[in-house]
């Protein structure tokens, strides 16, 4: 059996590059220009005046603290070696996340991008702002000291490159990254896909399914080969029904004000629509609440990292979340199964604590879409006996809390070589599958899905 659980993982794996791609390409609207057609000469003034009113607006010290953070982004993201393109993406993406994101303190910023000559390939794309006291722009570079001035940035590329030829300009303030890519059209998913090329698979493949079948124990699940290092999440996980290393644990968990910070946080998790439905063209989806039957690693990394980036990052207006794992023969009713539940093997979400009361919340959507539950409430609702669940035997066996990038059971939490911010990005992707499998069932549930996974949905009713 556990060859079969290794070939879906795989399986999985495969259908999210697909479904990636189709969101590039399926879907391509013509009618829309590429960055680099909808340039202009860098000698046309007035044009290029109005592409730089686009370019969001921010004081002289938050330019000055986003440059810090730009240059030291290096240490909490360790992006791959490669073109500084990929640099600036990965500081945009993981710093701000999606457009519209509930809980940043700063616009994200918009993308300038200059083309050497016809070849999209010879390009330089870098952050830039503008100072609200000087009414300058500014680009940031991984090799200056500090911000740079847009003609200073130009001028270092012409004389560095020895350029003839007239330079050509855009301002992109959506998603695309690429010269090739529509600015507007791009998706948020497909701007993290390209920083991922060479471990997206490798990484997803490693995620092992949650699901688990009713008649199996949780333990036969388990793989043996995986679980040597005693490193693991899985491995350093500790009983659930010990109150003192219950708490001991708890106690490590990340805080936020009160509770009304967490419920308010917790409606704006469910809420937000920013993926681009690989299957439907102009849909936007939520995390896939509505597939509660496996995919809670990639929604635990879609919450926490997609809303509050790296640890200690400033763009934030609150600390990301810390994630809560739990193992054991769990089962917990639903209406959003055909069975009336679902059953895992472990189960994941993201946790915080009350600074005020000291009671940790699980945000988990999937189990409660109206309120963060006491985590205590939690593990007895993933843990069910009663409705559906009844005579399932259910119980946590033990649990863990993560505060670091692991999204699995066998990610190390602490050891930065196993899993990294580039472990929790790969993750994030295979929501991809589960939008599928999400629409999918809602249609089997008899439900419009275009409705639930829209405007409506089920907590809305």
């Known amino acids: 059996m556990r060859y079969l659980h290794v070939i ?65 982004a290096k240490d909490s993201l360790s992006p791959e070696k490669g073109r500084a393109w990929q640099y600036n993406v990965y500081f945009i993406h993981a710093f701000w996340g999606p457009i519209n994101n509930p809980f940043i303190k700063y616009p994200r910023p918009a993308k300038v991008f200059i083309f050497l000559n016809e070849h999209t390939d010879e390009f330089y794309m870098a952050p830039i702002f503008k100072d609200t006291s000087d009414s300058n722009y500014y680009v ?71 699901y688990r079948s009713p008649q199996k124990d949780w333990r036969s699940y388990l793989s043996k080969t995986k679980t040597l290092l ?4 899985y491995e350093q996980s500790v009983a659930w029904n010990d109150i003192s290393l219950r708490n001991n644990r708890l106690n490590t ?43 809670c690693w990639t929604r635990a990394a879609a919450m926490v990292q ?36 679902v059953s895992w093997w472990y189960h994941t979400a993201p946790i915080i604590r009350d600074a005020e009361t000291n009671q940790s919340y699980v945000l988990d959507p999937s189990v409660n879409p109206y309120q963060p539950l006491p985590v205590e409430d939690w593990m007895s609702r993933i843990a069910a006996n009663e409705n559906a669940c009844a005579h399932s035997d259910s119980a946590v066996n033990s649990f863990n809390v993560c505060n670091g990038y692991a999204t699995g059971p066998y990610d190390s939490c602490q050891n930065s070589v196993r899993t990294s911010y580039i472990t929790e990005t790969s993750s994030v992707l295979g929501q991809a599958t589960y939008r599928r499998h999400e629409r999918y069932r809602q249609t089997d549930l008899g439900r419009d899905a275009n409705l639930v996974l829209g405007d409506m949905p089920p907590w809305r009713r």
């Open 230 to 233: 005693g490193e693991s999440i």
């Open 306 to 341: 997609d809303f509050f980036g790296p640890f200690n990052n400033v763009v934030n207006k609150l600390v990301r979340p810390s994630k809560v794992f739990a193992f054991g023969n769990l089962c917990a009713n639903t209406p959003n199964s055909p069975r009336g539940k």
């Open 253 to 295: 968990i990340s805080t936020w004000p009160n509770y009304t910070t967490i419920q308010d946080g917790f409606e704006k998790i469910r809420d937000l629509r920013y993926f681009s439905d690989e299957s439907q063209q102009d849909f936007m989806r939520r995390i896939t609440w509505l597939y509660p039957d496996d995919g």
């Open 140 to 210: 940031f570079d991984k090799n200056a000291k500090q911000p740079l001035l847009l003609n200073d940035w130009i001028a270092n590329l012409s004389g560095t490159l020895g350029l003839q030829a007239a330079l050509r300009f855009n301002i992109c303030n959506g998603y695309g990254d690429l010269p090739t890519d529509s600015c507007i059209e791009k998706s948020y998913q497909n701007e993290a896909a390209d920083l991922q090329h060479n471990n997206r698979s490798i990484v997803l493949a490693s995620i092992p399914n949650a």
């Open 8 to 72: 879906k993982s795989i399986c999985i794996t495969i259908t999210s590059i697909i479904l990636l791609w189709m969101a590039n390409s399926v879907f391509a609207d013509t009618s829309k220009a590429t960055i680099y057609d909808s340039s202009i000469s860098w000698e046309d003034v007035v044009n290029k005046s109005n592409l730089l009113s686009s370019v969001p607006q921010y004081n002289s010290a938050d330019i000055k603290l986003l440059f810090d953070a730009y240059i030291h």
